[in-house]
C-alpha cells in the first residue's frame, strides 16, 4: 500500500515496449540456438550419411570385383585343367560339367580349337560354325609361347544370332614338340561375368560397371544417363591406385550433381569395376530420417515461437494490468489528497486465536493526519490503540464491526474537548464510512456539522413563518395529531382558536405590502402577548392566525383566550402606526374532543366558526357549533352556482335614479347588480360580491355587468332618453391589470358610446392604495375622459392629494353618515367637511341612502348636489326606471339657498 508516495516514472517510450522488446529478443535468441544445433546435428549427419554412403559404395564395389574375381579365377583353372588334358590325355569332356556346376548361373560355355582354328570339341551345342582362325585370341596364342590365360575384349557372340557380348578366357595348346596346337576356351558372357544381378538387393550405388583395365567396358548395370556419367567420371582411376573412391564434383555432370565414384581392381585380373552415386540418391536413401529430423526441429522452432507469442501475451497482459492497477492508485492517490475527508487505511492485527487486537495505519492522507493534530508519516505504522486523541475503544470497535459487516456507516457527535480537530475547540458532527477491502479496512471521515446546522435550520425554517418568526400552517398540521393524544393521555381538552383579520385587506391594499407587513408583525406582537406562554400560536398566512390551547377543562378557558385576543386588537387600534384604519379580528374556536376528534375536522370546524363570526358582524368570536358547518357549505355551493349564473338570466342589472337635490330632477343613475337565485330568490350584492371577490369571479362579473350595461346604454340612447350617464361600481381588484380598460374600450366602442355616459364608482381604498399599476390605470381611465366617483366617502383613509390629482368627478357620501344626520354628532360634522373639502376641490357631492325628508334637508343644507335613496326611489328593473326619466321632477324643488357654518371656507 503506498498510494500516498509517488510510483509513476514519466518515461516516454509506452510502459509495454520494454516487455515485447525482451520477449523478441529471447525468442530469437533460443530459436538462433536452437536453429544452430539442429542445423548442426543435420549436417554432421549428413556428412555421417556421406562418409556412410562412400563407405557402402567401396563395399559394395568391393564385393562385386571380389564375385568377379572369383569367376576368373575359376575359369582360370578349368582352362589349365582343360589345357593339361588336352596335352596328356587329349580329352576335355569332363569340364563342361564341372564348370557347369561350380558357376552356376552362368551362362558359358568351353570349346576347344585345333591349330587351324577349327573346333574340336564344344560343351555345348551350337549352330553357329565353329570356326576361329581368325579371332583374335586365337591370332594370339597361335603368335605367342605365352601359356598363361588370355582375356578378350568384349565381342559379339558369333554363333548366337542374339548378339549378346561375350567374353573370351582361352589358353594355348601345345603338341609333344611343344607347338602350337590349338586353344582351350571359355565363353562367358559379359552380364554372366559380371554376375550385376545376384546381389542387386544388396548394391550400394546406382551404377555400377566391370571394365578391362583398358577402360573398355565388359558389362554395365545403371540407368542411361548415368551411364553417361560415368564416361565423364571414369578416367583411368587404376593409374591412381588398385582401388579408391572420390567425389566427383558436380561441374562435370550435366545435372551439376556431385557422384561418389568408386573402384576396385578384380585380383590380379585386367579387369576393375567401378560404382557411380550421385550425392541425392544417398540423401534420398535418408529421406525418412533426414525428414524426421528436419520436421522436428521446424516443430521445435515452432515451439519455441509459440511458447514466445503466448508468453509474451500473458506478460503484456499482466503488464498491461500492473498498468492499469497502477494508475488506478495514482488516481486514487490524487483523489485521496483533493478530497476534503480524511481517509485512513488501516490493518488489523491479529492476537492469539485469531481475534483482533488492534489496527495499524497502514496509510492515510493529508486530512486525515491533520484532524490527529500530526503528519502523514508520523501516523503510517502507528497502532489505533496508542493514538492519543481518538476514543480508542469506540474506534476500534467500529473497525471491528467494518470487518464483520463489510460496509458501517455512521454519524456521531465529538464532544468539544475531545474533537480531534485542533483549531475547532466547540464539539462538532462527523460523519464515518468504514469499507473492508481484501486485507484492509477504508475509513473516510467527513466534518458534517456545518450540514447538519443547515439540516436543522432547513427544517425550522420549513415550518417557521418568515415575517412573524411563528410556527406556521405546516408546523401545526405535523404537530397536532401529537398534542391531541398527548391531551388524551392527561385527560384534558384541546382548542383551536382561528383568528382572521377583518379589514386587513383594506389596509393592505390602501397603504402597501410594506404597511400590511407591519400590521402584521404587531399584530402578531400584539397576539403572542394576549395569550399565555403556554399557548401556541400559529400564522396560518396572510391574515390568519390561529391559537393552540392545550390543556383546558372547558370552553370557558377558550372563550376567555378569545376575549383576551380580542381586546388586545382593539387596543392596539388606539396605539398602531396604521392611525385611522381600525382592524379586528374575527375568531373561531373549535374544542377537542368535544367538536371532533379528526385533527383536520378540528382545524376545519374553528375555519367554519370564524366564518360564522365574520357573518354575525366581525369582530368577535364564535365557537363552533355544527349548524355553522351547513352556512359554510352554503358558501361555496353559493360560490359554485354564482360561477354559472355569470351570463345567465339570474343576473341583472338595476338601476336607481341620482337626482339634483334642489330641482329633484334625475341627473343620472347607477347600475346595481341583483341576482336571483333559483333556490334562494334573491341574493344581495352585499353577500356575492365579497364571494365573487373571494373566488375571482370578480373579473368574469365585471366583464358580464360592463357589457350589460353597455347593450342597455345603446338601447336607450335609440330610444332617446336622457338618463345623463349611469355610473357603475368596480371592485380594486378590476382595476389591478390592463385588461378593465382595454375591455371597457372595445364595449364602449362595440355599442357606440362616448366615455362620458358612464362613470366609475371606486371605493376610497382603491383610491388610496400604493399600488404603481393601480394609479396607472386610474390615471389612464381619467385621461380617456372617463369620470371617476369615489363611493362609500368617508370610511375609509383617502388621500386629499390624490383626490385632487385624479380629478375625481365625484364623492359620494357613504349612507351611515347620511342616515346618521341629525342622530349623531360625529356624522354631522363629517357630511359637513365632506362637502368643504369636497366643494374646495370642485368635486360635486352625492349623497346616498337617503330615507327621510329630514335627511334631504340637512343635505340641502350642506349643498348638497344630488340625492340617491330610497325617498326618491329603490333600484329598479331597466324598463321601470325608464319610466321615472321624464323631466318632470321626483322631489319637492326648493330653490338654493346655502346654509353658513362656523369655520367653513368662503
Ligand atoms: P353601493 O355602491 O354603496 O350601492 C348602494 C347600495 O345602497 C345599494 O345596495 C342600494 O340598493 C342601497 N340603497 C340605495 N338607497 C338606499 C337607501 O335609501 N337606504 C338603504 N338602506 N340602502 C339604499 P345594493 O344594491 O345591495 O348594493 C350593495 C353594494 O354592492 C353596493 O354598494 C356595491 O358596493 C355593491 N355592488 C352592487 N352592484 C355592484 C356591481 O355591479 N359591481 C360591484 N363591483 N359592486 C356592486
Ligand atoms: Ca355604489
Ligand atoms: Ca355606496
Redesign the pocket.
Request: glycine residues 8%; proline residues 6%; charged residues 25%.
Given at each position: 500500500m503506498s498510494f500516498l508516495k509517488s510510483s509513476s516514472e514519466n518515461s516516454w517510450y509506452p510502459p509495454y515496449l520494454p516487455v515485447l522488446l525482451g520477449w523478441v529478443g529471447a525468442v530469437l535468441c533460443v530459436m538462433t540456438l536452437a536453429g544452430g544445433a539442429a542445423y548442426t546435428v543435420i549436417r554432421s549427419d549428413l556428412a555421417r550419411q556421406q562418409q556412410d554412403a562412400l563407405y557402402e559404395t567401396s563395399v559394395s564395389t568391393r564385393v562385386l570385383a571380389e564375385e568377379v574375381a572369383n569367376t576368373v579365377r575359376h575359369i582360370d583353372q578349368v582352362l589349365e585343367l582343360m589345357r593339361n588334358d588336352m596335352e596328356n590325355i587329349r580329352s576335355t569332356e569332363r569340364f563342361d560339367r564341372f564348370l557347369q556346376t561350380t558357376l552356376q548361373h552362368k551362362s558359358l560355355r568351353t570349346f576347344i580349337t585345333d591349330a587351324n582354328g577349327y573346333l574340336l570339341q564344344q560343351a555345348k551345342v551350337s549352330d553357329a560354325v565353329p570356326y576361329y582362325a581368325d579371332a583374335p585370341f586365337f591370332l594370339d596364342h597361335k603368335k605367342s609361347l605365352y601359356r598363361g590365360m588370355n582375356i578378350s575384349d568384349p565381342v559379339l557372340q558369333r554363333e548366337n544370332a542374339s548378339q549378346v557380348p561375350v567374353m573370351l578366357f582361352s589358353r594355348r595348346v601345345n603338341n609333344a614338340q611343344g607347338d602350337f596346337a590349338g586353344v582351350v576356351a571359355v565363353e562367358i558372357t559379359a552380364e554372366s561375368l559380371a554376375g550385376f544381378d545376384i546381389v542387386e538387393d544388396t548394391l550400394y550405388a546406382r551404377l555400377f560397371s566391370l571394365k578391362l583395365i583398358d577402360g573398355l567396358e565388359v558389362f554395365t548395370a545403371g540407368p542411361p544417363q548415368e551411364r553417361r556419367a560415368l564416361e565423364r567420371a571414369d578416367s583411368d582411376p587404376l593409374a591412381q591406385s588398385l582401388d579408391g573412391q572420390r567425389i566427383e564434383p558436380g561441374s562435370k555432370f550435366a545435372d551439376g550433381q556431385n557422384r561418389i565414384f568408386s573402384w576396385q581392381s578384380v585380383g590380379s585380373y585386367p579387369l576393375y569395376v567401378v560404382a557411380l552415386l550421385p550425392e541425392t540418391t544417398a540423401s534420398e536413401m535418408n529421406l525418412d530420417k533426414n525428414k524426421f529430423r528436419l520436421t522436428t526441429a521446424v516443430l521445435i522452432l515452432l515451439l519455441i515461437l509459440v511458447v514466445g507469442v503466448v508468453g509474451c501475451v500473458v506478460h503484456l497482459r499482466s503488464k498491461a494490468h500492473q498498468t492499469y492497477v497502477q494508475q488506478i492508485r495514482e488516481a486514487f492517490r490524487l483523489a485521496a489528497e483533493g478530497m476534503q475527508e480524511a481517509l485512513y487505511i488501516v490493518k488489523p492485527v491479529y492476537g492469539p486465536s485469531r481475534s483482533v487486537i488492534d489496527f495499524v495505519v497502514e496509510d492515510c492522507n493529508d486530512q486525515a493526519a491533520r484532524r490527529l493534530g500530526r503528519t502523514q508519516p508520523e501516523l503510517v505504522g502507528k497502532a489505533i490503540s496508542t493514538i492519543a486523541p481518538l476514543d480508542n475503544e469506540q474506534m476500534l470497535e467500529f473497525m471491528r464491526s467494518v470487518l464483520k459487516l463489510g460496509i458501517v456507516e455512521d454519524e456521531l457527535q465529538i464532544p468539544g474537548q475531545d474533537n480531534p480537530v485542533p483549531d475547532q475547540t466547540t464539539g462538532g458532527w462527523i460523519q464515518r464510512r468504514g469499507v473492508k477491502t481484501q486485507s484492509s479496512i477504508a475509513i473516510t471521515v467527513r466534518d458534517v456539522s456545518e450540514s447538519r446546522k443547515q439540516r436543522a435550520a432547513l427544517a425550522t425554517m420549513a415550518v417557521t413563518d418568515a415575517l412573524t418568526e411563528l410556527p406556521n400552517r405546516r408546523w401545526l398540521i405535523d404537530q397536532l395529531p401529537e398534542k391531541l393524544s398527548l391531551a388524551d393521555k392527561n385527560g384534558k381538552q384541546l382548542a383551536l382558536l382561528f383568528i382572521d383579520l377583518d379589514n386587513f385587506k383594506a389596509v393592505n391594499d390602501t397603504l402597501g405590502h410594506k404597511a400590511g407587513d407591519q400590521v402584521l408583525t404587531d399584530i402578531s406582537d400584539c397576539l403572542r402577548g394576549s395569550v399565555r406562554a403556554s399557548d401556541i400560536l400559529v400564522r396560518l398566512g396572510g391574515d390568519e392566525f390561529m391559537v393552540v390551547v392545550e390543556a383546558i377543562d372547558d370552553f370557558t378557558n377558550a372563550e376567555e383566550r378569545a376575549m383576551r385576543v380580542l381586546n388586545a386588537v382593539s387596543r392596539l387600534n388606539d396605539t398602531a402606526s396604521w392611525g385611522a384604519f381600525s382592524v379586528t379580528a374575527s375568531i373561531g374556536i373549535s374544542v377537542y374532543p368535544i367538536h371532533t376528534t379528526s385533527a383536520p375536522e378540528l382545524l376545519q370546524f374553528a375555519d367554519i366558526a370564524m366564518y360564522a363570526a365574520k357573518a354575525a358582524g366581525k369582530a368577535q368570536y364564535r365557537i363552533f357549533n355544527h349548524d355553522y358547518a351547513g352556512a359554510l357549505q352554503r358558501r361555496v355551493q353559493l360560490q359554485q352556482d354564482l360561477q354559472k349564473a355569470i351570463g345567465s338570466e339570474q343576473l341583472r342589472?338595476?338601476f336607481?335614479p341620482r337626482v339634483d337635490s334642489y330641482t329633484g330632477i334625475v341627473t343620472s343613475l347607477?347600475?346595481?347588480?341583483r341576482w336571483q337565485h333559483p333556490l334562494h330568490g334573491a341574493i344581495?350584492?352585499?353577500e356575492f360580491?365579497p364571494l365573487a371577490e373571494e373566488r375571482g369571479l370578480?373579473i368574469p362579473l365585471?366583464e358580464w355587468?360592463l357589457e350589460c350595461l353597455c347593450r342597455q346604454l345603446r338601447a336607450w340612447d335609440d330610444a332617446g332618453l336622457r338618463y345623463g350617464r349611469v355610473s357603475?361600481?368596480?371592485?380594486g381588484l378590476q382595476i389591478k391589470n390592463d385588461r378593465f380598460r382595454v375591455s371597457l374600450l372595445a364595449c364602449l366602442t362595440r355599442f357606440g358610446l362616448s366615455t362620458r355616459s358612464i362613470a366609475l364608482?371606486l371605493t376610497e381604498s382603491v383610491l388610496g392604495t400604493d399600488s404603481a399599476v393601480m394609479v396607472e390605470e386610474l390615471t389612464h381611465l381619467q385621461d380617456l375622459g372617463i369620470p371617476l366617483e369615489i363611493?362609500?366617502f368617508g370610511t375609509g383613509l383617502s388621500s386629499l392629494a390624490r383626490l385632487q390629482h385624479l380629478q375625481v368627478d365625484v364623492l359620494?357620501i357613504d349612507?351611515s353618515f347620511v342616515?346618521g344626520l341629525g342622530q349623531d354628532m360625529k356624522s354631522d360634522a363629517l357630511c359637513n367637511a365632506i362637502h368643504s373639502i369636497g366643494h374646495a376641490l370642485g368635486i360635486r357631492i352625492v349623497a346616498?341612502?337617503?330615507?327621510t325628508l329630514h335627511q334631504l334637508e340637512q343635505l340641502r343644507k350642506f349643498g348638497c348636489d344630488e340625492i340617491?335613496?330610497?325617498?326618491v326611489s329603490?333600484?329598479l328593473p331597466a324598463h321601470a326606471v325608464a319610466m321615472l326619466i321624464t323631466g318632470e321632477p321626483l322631489l319637492e324643488p326648493i330653490e338654493k339657498k346655502l346654509m353658513r357654518f362656523p369655520g367653513r371656507a368662503a
Open positions: 342589472l338595476y336607481q347607477e347600475a346595481l347588480a344581495p350584492p352585499s360580491i370578480i365585471g355587468i357603475f361600481n368596480v371592485s364608482e363611493d362609500d359620494k349612507k342616515q346616498e341612502g337617503v330615507e340617491q335613496g330610497f325617498l329603490e333600484a
